[in-house]
């Protein structure tokens, strides 16, 4: 079945740091990738996706980029912020498809930023 | 503007009681699933719905019962709680199934003694 694989930290970096987070996933067809980003006490957010090879998902600093062959979605940004302590999710769609059957998340980054 | 709520936020439940987890949505939204987290298992799908009248099982169904009778609700039924279904519950929406985000509530943290 589908799965999705990412460091699970904690990661911890200080301000102003360059941030990577990987994620490679194997699934069949051709699915449609996401980051979700969870903050203390709240439920999940859509912060990117893409959905198809070589696709740039971009938001609030964040960047990853679909690469089919390597299989990956890694969560990049330049320069993180205290406000980006939070855990990250990579999922992506269903092997229904429709995706009906929901996404498929990884089991989370905790990502916290020192000042 | 309320997006996807549910009720309670907080339960306590002890071995063999039952109880519903409520969830509503404001969007309109076709498709609404339910998930469980849990740590260092990230979240798993346990039943969804596609429209009105339509469920379907997850991933990790069992113990858990769903229906949809209107397109704004969506309740969570644990018949007989067991510790094993202590976990955060979320509920989550989206325009269609697929590439549409999901929209997710805030959660339930479930306990069962």
């Known amino acids: 079945g589908d799965s999705v694989t990412q460091m699970e930290g904690p990661v911890t970096l200080s301000e102003e740091a360059f941030l990577t987070i990987n994620c490679t996933y194997t699934?069949?067809?051709?699915?449609?990738l996401f980051w979700y980003v969870q903050y203390p006490g709240e439920g999940l957010q859509l912060l990117l996706k893409?959905?198809?090879?070589?696709d740039k998902g971009s938001n609030k600093g964040f960047e990853a980029t679909y690469r089919k062959e390597t299989t990956s979605f890694h969560l990049e940004k330049g320069s993180v912020q205290v406000s980006d302590s939070a855990v990250y999710f990579c999922?992506?769609?269903?092997?229904?498809?429709?995706?009906?059957?929901?996404?498929?998340f990884g089991k989370g980054t905790h990502l916290i930023i020192q000042p | 503007n309320a997006g996807v709520t549910q009720t309670p936020k907080f339960q306590v439940l002890k071995t063999g009681q039952s109880m519903t987890l409520q969830c509503a949505q404001d969007?309109?939204?076709?498709?609404m699933s339910w998930y469980r987290q849990d740590p260092g298992m990230g979240l798993r799908l346990i039943h969804y719905?596609?429209?009105?009248?339509?469920?379907d099982q997850g991933e990790v169904p069992n113990g858990y019962n769903v229906s949809r009778s209107t397109t704004e609700d969506f309740p969570l039924r644990l018949l007989s709680a067991a510790p094993s279904q202590t976990s955060v519950y979320f509920c989550?929406?989206?325009?269609?199934?697929?590439?549409?985000?999901?929209?997710f509530g805030n959660g339930t943290r479930l306990t069962v003694t």
């Open positions: 989550a929406s989206s325009y269609e199934a697929g590439n549409s985000p999901l929209h």
């Open positions: 699934a069949t067809g051709y699915p449609s």
């Open positions: 893409a959905t198809k090879a070589d």
């Open positions: 999922a992506l769609t269903g092997r229904g498809g429709g995706g009906a059957d929901g996404l498929t």
């Open positions: 969007m309109n939204h076709e498709y």
């Open positions: 719905s596609v429209g009105a009248g339509i469920t």
